[in-house]
């Protein structure tokens, strides 16, 4: 029997559902674009500016103190490629720069002093050419274990490899007090190929840290990697020093074995017993055909090809994913980022690169609640500015169960005890649609009115006291649904 407590419970996947018994469907809803909130305009980026990451730190107020409620902090690559030229050495070594923002919108890039750039100090880079080593990507956290040195409270992620050097790639580890000074520190593991966004963070609730690194399997003895597919792989420490072999992640015996990049991986913030991830999935076609002679940005990809066919022939997306266990994943095959409508600078290998973090916005309509944005580099090796775009959603809004109208559907869960007096759900339905609940506890039902509307946290309407009575008894709940979309559930006072 399962045990929520009052925590929000997201239909991402059937942990709470009797499969057999449920014919409401999932269905994966598409971000929507709005505007973009930064331009890679400096000398020292470009248009392979990449790899973001950010998250929100309380502890921290801006580099000169102009946020005292906390910023957003976010880390990225910053590399302009030659000509759209992704193997030709860069104009200048790729750097991993600095920005901050009070809300996720508005981003600036301090002058830090810390990393010279074409004799000067004044730039947003921490760590760049005084490193000597090729920096493919870098990923920070603030490491929240309590027994955490403070000199190690940000730990920077990402692949080492000295410049000039083709020794095997390692992972390595960076220490900072603040976030903006990092020194090397100790190799984190050797057992991967790592050229993406390494993610590593602190798991509070499960009291480790989580890993998921880059990885390629079914490799032939060339030892070609491009023609093996490219994979997630999970590893965890309980004192970041001794770490587990890395493994694959297990979509299930019928998922379809398909090559994916960057893997995005974090705790649901609304839901952290959840964690999601935004794998950027890999699609390299056979041969160029009549549709690549239409499709937009047809001369860059040509120049591309002269020097590797896939940088031609390859596009990207990317999917969503969520387990409970950080191992196992129920993953949706359906697009959740489309490269979109053709604009001469999609539709190329390196689109659909979700940075890792999220955060709540405004939303547009007065009176609506906030939304939930994603942040997505757009214009990869077109030899122009590359723009970073904000994409939003509904919080909880990935996927739903789902019902049309023409039938009523039904959600059934599987057995399960909760806290709180009160139900309440996160769900859409159409001015005909509707939801009836129905609680089920030893034999007996109790019926909910009908409920109907667009809300984040609609109270289900029962009669006095029915659900605090049935706190911490065993229930089966029961939806009955017509033209209408179930998120999630929560119960609490």
Same mark, same amino acid.
């Given at each position: ?10 239909? #991402? ?5 009797n499969t ?11 971000p ?18 990449? #790899?973001?990451?950010?998250? #929100? ?24 490629t030659?000509?759209?030229? *992704?193997e ?29 750039? =074409? ?29 955490? *040195? ?45 050229? &993406? ?31 093996g ?11 970041f020093?001794?770490?587990?072999? !890395? ?6 015996e ?10 995005? $991986? ?8 959840i ?13 160029w ?6 499709l ?20 990207t ?5 969520c &387990? ?23 539709? $190329?290998?390196?689109?659909?690169? !979700? ?13 609506? !609640?906030?939304?939930? &944005?994603?942040?997505? *580099? ?10 970073? $775009? ?5 919080p909880?809004?990935f ?12 959600? $059934?869960?599987? !057995? #399960? ?10 769900f ?9 609940v ?5 034999g ?8 109907f509307?667009? =809300?984040?946290?609609?109270?289900? =309407? ?32």
């Amino acid at each position: 029997m399962l045990n929520i407590g009052s925590n929000r419970e997201c239909f #991402f996947d059937t942990w709470l559902i009797n499969t057999d018994k449920t014919t409401a469907e999932f269905r994966l809803h598409e971000p929507i674009r709005r505007e973009a909130v930064m331009t890679h305009d400096a000398p020292w980026e470009g248009d392979g500016s990449d #790899f973001h990451n950010f998250f #929100f730190d309380d502890a921290w107020h801006g580099v000169q103190g102009e946020y005292p409620n906390g910023a957003y902090r976010m880390y990225y690559l910053g590399w302009q490629t030659p000509n759209g030229d *992704p193997e030709a050495p860069p104009h200048r070594g790729i750097s991993v720069c600095y920005a901050e923002s009070p809300d996720g919108i508005h981003w600036s890039k301090p002058s830090l002093g810390v990393s010279e750039f =074409a004799g000067s100090r004044e730039n947003n880079i921490i760590l760049g050419e005084e490193m000597k080593c090729t920096f493919d990507n870098f990923m920070v956290f603030r490491d929240d274990n309590p027994a955490c *040195p403070p000199e190690e409270r940000y730990k920077g992620i990402g692949i080492y490899q000295p410049c000039g050097e083709s020794k095997k790639r390692e992972l390595w580890c960076w220490y900072s007090i603040d976030g903006i000074h990092f020194t090397q520190g100790c190799l984190v593991t050797d057992k991967g190929h790592f050229d &993406s966004l390494n993610v590593i963070f602190w798991d509070k609730q499960a009291g480790r840290y989580r890993g998921y690194i880059r990885n390629c399997h079914n490799v032939p003895e060339s030892g070609d990697m491009n023609k093996g597919i490219r994979d997630v792989r999970y590893m965890e420490s309980l004192d970041f020093k001794v770490w587990t072999d !890395p493994v694959l992640l297990d979509f299930g015996e019928d998922a379809e074995d398909y090559p994916l990049y960057t893997n995005v $991986v974090q705790p649901y913030y609304r839901a952290p017993q959840i964690y999601i991830g935004f794998p950027s999935r890999y699609m390299e076609r056979a041969a160029w055909n009549g549709s690549f002679e239409e499709l937009c940005g047809k001369e860059s990809r040509r120049q591309r090809m002269t020097v590797h066919p896939r940088y031609g022939l390859t596009a990207t997306d990317c999917v969503f994913m969520c &387990s409970r266990d950080g191992v196992k994943f129920h993953r949706f095959d359906e697009g959740f980022l489309r490269p979109g409508i053709e604009n001469g600078v999609n539709w $190329v290998y390196g689109d659909c690169y !979700p940075a890792r973090g999220m955060f709540e916005s405004p939303s547009p309509i007065n009176g609506a !609640p906030p939304e939930l &944005s994603l942040l997505v *580099p757009v214009g990869h090796w077109m030899n122009e500015e590359k723009k970073l $775009v904000r994409y939003t959603l509904r919080p909880d809004g990935f996927a739903s169960l789902y019902a049309g109208y023409r039938e009523e559907k039904v959600i $059934v869960t599987k !057995p #399960f005890v909760y806290q709180g007096n009160h139900l309440y759900v996160n769900f859409s339905t159409s001015a005909r649609g509707y939801l009836y609940v129905t609680l089920t506890c030893d034999g007996k039902e109790y019926h909910s009115c009908e409920t109907f509307g667009d =809300a984040l946290d609609r109270k289900v =309407a029962f009669e006095a006291d029915t659900v605090a009575s049935l706190a911490g008894r065993e229930v089966i709940m029961t939806v009955r649904m017509r033209d209408a979309d179930l998120y999630a559930i929560r119960f609490g006072e």
